[in-house]
């Protein structure tokens, strides 16, 4: 059974930084695709990032392009979203999802797997 655990959000100040981690336990799979999703109150989920290991591609929102780094730690099974020049409007809950399998591309697909979330908040 695949679990997905979050750590590594907080309240930053405008323009700070954080490191979310996501690591990832039960499976030992080749091809996945893995994804940051976020959602603030209120709001609909949108996806944040995601990379697709059959190529190594990453995608960014267009929000988050310039600012927001995903990679990866292949040998600790972990994910991370490096996130600099927060802003408020980057306040949400982060969430880490995965899909196993083959994929070309990991934009706009379903996600199998999710963790319980972790806070950010951004705020004076």
């Known amino acids: 059974q695949v679990q997905l655990v979050e750590s590594g959000g907080g309240l930053v100040q405008p323009g700070g930084s954080l490191r979310l981690s996501c690591v990832a336990s039960?499976?030992?799979?080749?091809?996945?695709?893995i994804g940051w999703f976020r959602q603030a109150p209120g709001k609909e989920r949108e996806g944040v990032s995601c990379?697709?290991?059959?190529?190594?591609?990453?995608n960014y929102a267009d929000s988050v392009k310039g600012r927001f780094t995903i990679s990866t730690d292949n040998a600790k099974n972990t994910v991370y979203l490096q996130m600099n020049r927060l802003k408020p409007e980057d306040t949400a809950v982060y969430y880490c999802a995965l899909s196993k399998g083959w994929y070309s591309r990991c934009a706009d697909q379903t996600y199998g797997y999710w963790g319980q979330g972790t806070q950010v908040t951004v705020s004076s």
């Open positions: 990379l697709t290991s059959s190529s190594g591609s990453r």
């Open positions: 039960g499976f030992t799979l080749e091809y996945y695709i």
